[in-house]
């Protein structure tokens, strides 16, 4: 027997896109239900960056105080470490505004100060193990969804005036929906790993580049979340050969942390994620709305993809919830606004991102091994980095002219299009709505 309910707002998805958006619904008056598969937000395979313009929004949400006491780190610089050194590719203190900084704060964190907020909302609900299985129809507009309790095996459907999938690059709603996105194609897919931090370590996140091998490290205090890229489609090939394989090629990408990867145990340590980028060519349907991953999934070549969502979500509110609010049936008309007010900022990243792939990421993987090196224990040459014979152009200029490190600390920081929160939303932060 399937259990039936109704709300005004669905919300599928418990990450920053689904969490903000229910959140600046609820400040609305909508009735909002956020359905997110797991029991909470725990998963290493989450994104830790918040950006300054995220961080301005949270001001404006009432939110700093609550967000200072989650433990954080600030990174007002970004940086390189090439084979011949270390080279600052982004200055964010030439950043304006409050916020000239990115804030590496772990998202499970970031997610729980999200969702206390709203349940302070009287008109928010959030339910946790909610696995959506498909969508509710009535003729061809979409009226809600259908989903499982995880730990019950409940059969529930809930109806909605209008449902918002934010659920991420293998969104199960765009997929029952039917829609499919436009792929542009990727070269890479990530390892992700942690290992110990030590207190002699460099501090926020490190980058690490070299001829067919990189990584990125975010620094969560007592350990380092690793991003190894390796080439795509590769993963099956490269387990095979064991752990061992992983262990040399970032021992030799990084000789300080040598004295720790023989703690990677096993490939159970070690998550694979499978890069995407691609973006839907219409975000709705009638009764329907797609944002975040769900509709444009980003590379993590600049960290921009939570970002983007959150914008995605501050959007979204400002445009629907007025009309939400009575409870009415809102037109493809008005939905489809969202998607135009987000297209180009999209686009644009995009762009980017496919150009970084191309020009950079696409040569330098190529060149790396195409499969394991079979010598035990060590580190051969083929699997040592290879120098690079010169800085790349774009960064000498960086290098030679500081001013403009600003440009790609604004564009990774604070994006092309940035969102405020709507008048109706903001608080003090003491709660008192802001007159």
């Known amino acids: 027997m399937t259990n039936s309910d109704r709300t005004t707002c669905a919300i599928v998805g418990g990450g920053p896109a689904g969490m903000v958006l229910g959140l600046l ?54 940086q390189g470490q090439l084979d011949g050194g270390t080279v600052q590719i982004a200055d964010l203190r030439r950043l304006p505004g409050a916020h000239q900084h990115i804030a590496l704060v772990p998202q499970w964190d970031f997610l729980d100060m999200i969702a206390e907020a709203a349940q302070e909302e009287p008109s928010f609900r959030l339910r946790r193990n909610a696995d959506v299985t498909g969508l509710v129809r009535d003729g061809s507009r979409i009226a809600g969804v259908r989903y499982t309790d995880r730990v019950t095996g409940e059969e529930h459907e809930l109806r909605a005036s209008l449902t918002i999938a934010a659920d991420g690059r293998h969104s199960v709603v765009r997929e029952a929906a039917g829609l499919v996105p436009r792929s542009f194609g990727v070269p890479m897919d990530v390892w992700w790993f942690r290992l110990p931090r030590h207190e002699s370590d460099p501090h926020g996140g490190v980058g690490r580049f070299s001829t067919g091998h990189f990584c990125v490290m975010i620094d969560r205090g007592e350990y380092w979340q690793c991003g190894y890229l390796i080439r795509k489609g590769s993963d099956t090939v490269l387990r095979a050969a064991g752990i061992e394989e992983l262990r040399r090629r970032f021992a030799g990408l990084l000789p300080w942390m040598a004295d720790r990867v023989d703690l990677l145990e096993s490939w159970d340590d070690v998550k694979l994620l499978d890069v995407k980028l691609e973006r839907l060519r219409r975000w709705d349907l009638d009764g329907l709305l797609l944002i975040g991953d769900a509709a444009h999934a980003m590379s993590p070549v600049g960290g921009v993809g939570i970002n983007l969502a959150v914008a995605d979500a501050v959007a979204t509110a400002r445009l629907l919830a007025p009309a939400l609010v009575s409870g009415g049936i809102v037109p493809r008309s008005m939905l489809r606004k969202v998607q135009r007010r987000r297209w180009s900022a999209t686009a644009l990243i995009q762009g980017m991102q496919r150009l970084a792939h191309k020009a950079i990421l696409s040569p330098a993987i190529a060149a790396g091994p195409a499969a394991p090196v079979p010598v035990a224990g060590m580190l051969t040459d083929a699997l040592a980095p290879a120098p690079l014979r010169s800085v790349p152009l774009p960064l000498r200029l960086l290098q030679l002219f500081p001013v403009l ?17 709507p008048e109706w939303a903001r608080r003090t932060a003491h709660g008192a709505r802001v007159d």
Request: charged content about 30%; overall charge negative.
């Open 405 to 421: 490190q600003g440009i790609p600390a604004r564009l990774v920081a604070i994006g092309p299009m940035p969102e405020h929160a």
């Open 25 to 78: 619904m609820a400040r609305a008056g909508v009735e909002v239900t956020v359905l997110e598969k797991h029991a909470d937000f725990l998963r290493d395979f989450r994104g830790d960056t918040v950006h300054a313009s995220t961080l301005t929004l949270l001001d404006e949400l009432g939110l700093a105080e609550r967000f200072e006491r989650i433990p954080h780190r600030l990174m007002d610089r970004m």
